[in-house]
């Protein structure tokens, strides 16, 4: 019985004490600006998103693009300084986007500061050597709200296909019956 009541008022309790919940910026929230790629053209993901199952679960928060050491970082979009600084021993930037989301890229060597305002294309951080890709690679970040991770490409604009005419085959016969 004591082990019932024990329960019971820790079971009540943290619901009562559980953060209210955040909720996460509309898909709205992508289109809010135009994102600008965080490497020069043309971008080579090294490993893809992939998001895990459940927020402790293991998984990938991000994306990993294949870059040089020494190449410069640019800001995805307008923005505000939210960390520049070391984390576990590598550089890390985040910054403040427009619709209530966050990216985050390492290891970089931040050239913004903490507040400071930036501008979407401004070169931002310089990618540093680091031990999560077999070759050096900017691991890119996007969060919306607190705590729900997304695919940051999602930012990106799509490519247009454009369907071009084929060139005509000389050794093919020519149609009897053209449409028109």
């Known amino acids: 019985m004591t082990t019932t009541l024990l329960l019971t008022l820790l079971f009540a309790l943290s619901g009562a004490l559980a953060p209210a919940p955040v909720s996460a910026p509309s898909e709205g929230a992508f289109q809010a600006f135009r994102a600008i790629r965080p490497l020069p053209a043309p971008l080579s993901v090294a490993r893809w998103w992939d998001p895990p199952p459940t927020p402790y679960a293991a998984g990938h928060r991000g994306v990993d693009l294949s870059a040089p050491a020494g ?3 640019r800001a995805v979009g307008p923005g505000r ?3 520049a600084g070391p984390v576990a ?12 989301l966050r990216t985050t890229y390492e290891p970089v060597r931040p050239l913004v500061a903490e507040g400071e305002a930036v501008a979407a294309g ?8 680091g031990s999560h890709c077999p070759a050096s690679c900017l691991h890119w970040g996007l969060l919306a709200g607190e705590d729900s991770y ?3 490409l ?5 490519a247009t296909p454009r369907l071009l005419p084929s060139a005509p085959d000389p050794d093919r016969e020519p149609d009897p019956d053209p449409p028109g």
């Not at 021993?89 to 209530?100: A, E, F, H, N």
């Not at 401004?122 to 050597?129: F, G, H, K, N, R």
């Open 122 to 129: 401004q070169v931002v951080a310089v990618l540093t050597e």
């Open 154 to 158: 999602g930012l990106l604009p799509r």
């Open 89 to 100: 021993g590598r550089g890390v930037l985040s910054l403040t986007l427009p619709g209530g």
């Open 150 to 152: 997304r695919n940051p």
């Open 81 to 83: 300084v939210h960390f």
């Open 71 to 73: 190449a410069e970082v």
